[in-house]
């Protein structure tokens, strides 16, 4: 970490607001009228019969895998397993629930985005990190040119190649790889995160593209660094091996404001955190992130190494690993996985159980047709 900025990544004892409950000596307090603390971390349903839900969605999310297939374009990539499935589920309230290869190493790829996110906004500052990216979806594929080339634009956000490779262009003065690696270990709560070296060589041998964006975005004054060095810190990123369980780490502190529910160590501010999560919800899942939102509802991170990062907030943290790809890059299985539980275990960002009313029959439809509203 570079000492002459005095800039730290969040990581500090979370404290509570002092603002919180009113203001006042201890006795001025016991005369004022309070709110009752509410408990806004959604239970989810008991362990059981979620581990039968999930156990049911996880058998329906096999049948997807022959409809997809693994990354060929890195050479490492194309060795994997397409049939290796794997979900890690950690509520906020409750426990545990692994299934499959939850434990199986696999490198983070994009998923790592969402890392180089937060450190961004933490080290360089919200202002900084947007001057050089945008915030809004691209609608074309994750290593695309075009809106770069045409358009003489900056990266339309940072969860695409070319945003995070700007990213990396802010991050490579102010802090090391290794920087990144301790921290990446601290905030997926997994000592076991190692660069896989082989997929590293094997990205850096065949990353023309990421190369050509790189250099492109040098030539548009977005990249001011070595453009070399710049690549390999992005792909050292790409590189580390994580496992559903370490990303499911992640989603949880993501899904607590940042903080860990175990020590109340704060990882990020609470402001990265909403950030990040909300252009997860828009860009995270590249061209197919709305159809995404709309059908499941969980902001989730994807990587062609088969992993996603979700984030239900205020309830859980997930990740999943399943190497098989549709056209978009997304894990085919995971993706089914992830709309089948969405409902069914209350994960979806705009479930509320006041409001999810799931209608049976057509009653809105003929009081509509009855006003004359259709």
Same mark, same amino acid.
């Given at each position: 970490?570079?000492?002459?900025?005095?800039?730290?990544?969040?990581?500090?004892?979370?404290?509570?607001?002092?603002?919180?409950?009113?203001?006042?000596?201890?006795?001025?307090?016991?005369? +004022?009228?309070?709110e009752p603390i509410i408990d806004r971390h959604y239970q989810l349903r008991e362990t059981g019969k979620a581990k039968e839900i999930i156990q049911k969605a996880m058998d329906l999310a096999r049948e997807e895998i022959p409809k997809g297939a693994v990354a060929t374009y890195i050479p490492e990539l194309s060795k994997m397993d397409p049939h290796?499935?794997?979900?890690?589920?950690?509520?906020?309230?409750?426990?545990? !629930?692994?299934l499959g290869d939850y434990d199986a190493?696999?490198?983070?790829?994009?998923?790592?985005?969402?890392?180089?996110? !937060?450190?961004?906004?933490? +080290?360089?500052?919200?202002?900084?990190?947007? #001057?050089? +990216?945008?915030m809004e979806p691209s609608g074309e594929a994750f290593d695309s040119l075009v809106e770069l080339d045409v358009n003489d634009s900056k990266p339309y956000n940072p969860l695409i190649n070319s945003g995070a490779l700007a990213v990396c262009g802010l991050l490579l003065p102010e802090v090391s790889f290794q920087d990144m690696l301790r921290y990446t270990r601290n905030v997926c709560s997994d000592a076991g995160i190692e660069l896989n070296e082989? +997929?590293?060589?094997?990205?850096?041998?065949?990353?023309?593209?990421?190369?050509?964006?790189?250099?492109?975005?040098?030539?548009?004054g977005i990249i001011t660094t070595d453009v070399e060095d710049t690549l390999r810190f992005y792909t050292k990123m790409c590189?580390?091996?994580?496992?559903?369980?370490?990303?499911?780490?992640?989603?949880?502190?993501?899904a607590n404001d940042g903080v860990c529910v175990k020590d109340g160590k704060r990882y990020m501010s609470s402001r990265t955190a909403r950030i990040v999560k909300t252009l997860m919800l828009?860009?995270?899942?590249?061209?197919?992130?709305?159809?995404?939102?709309?059908?499941?509802? !969980?902001p989730t991170k994807s990587g062609v190494g088969g992993g996603l990062l979700s984030v239900s907030d205020k309830r859980a943290g997930i990740g999943v690993f399943g190497p098989a790809l549709d056209a978009q890059g997304n894990s085919i299985a995971g993706c089914k996985l992830l709309r #089948?539980?969405?409902? #069914?275990?209350?994960?979806?960002?705009?479930?509320?159980?006041?409001?999810?009313?799931?209608?049976?029959?057509?009653?809105?439809?003929?009081?509509?047709k009855a006003n004359s509203v259709i």
């Open positions: 970490m570079s000492d002459s900025n005095n800039k730290e990544i969040h990581q500090n004892q979370n404290g509570q607001n002092n603002n919180e409950g009113g203001c006042g000596n201890a006795a001025e307090k016991k005369s +004022v009228h309070t290796q499935l794997g979900i890690c589920l950690y509520p906020l309230k409750g426990d545990k !629930i692994a190493r696999f490198t983070m790829q994009s998923v790592s985005k969402v890392i180089m996110l !937060i450190v961004a906004l933490e +080290v360089c500052g919200l202002k900084e990190v947007f #001057e050089k +990216v945008g082989d +997929v590293f060589d094997s990205e850096m041998k065949t990353c023309s593209r990421n190369r050509s964006i790189a250099y492109l975005l040098q030539s548009k590189s580390m091996n994580v496992t559903a369980e370490s990303l499911a780490n992640l989603g949880k502190k993501l828009t860009c995270g899942m590249y061209d197919g992130s709305g159809s995404f939102a709309i059908r499941v509802g !969980i #089948e539980i969405s409902n #069914e275990l209350r994960l979806n960002l705009f479930y509320d159980p006041e409001w999810n009313k799931e209608e049976a029959d057509d009653t809105v439809l003929r009081e509509m």
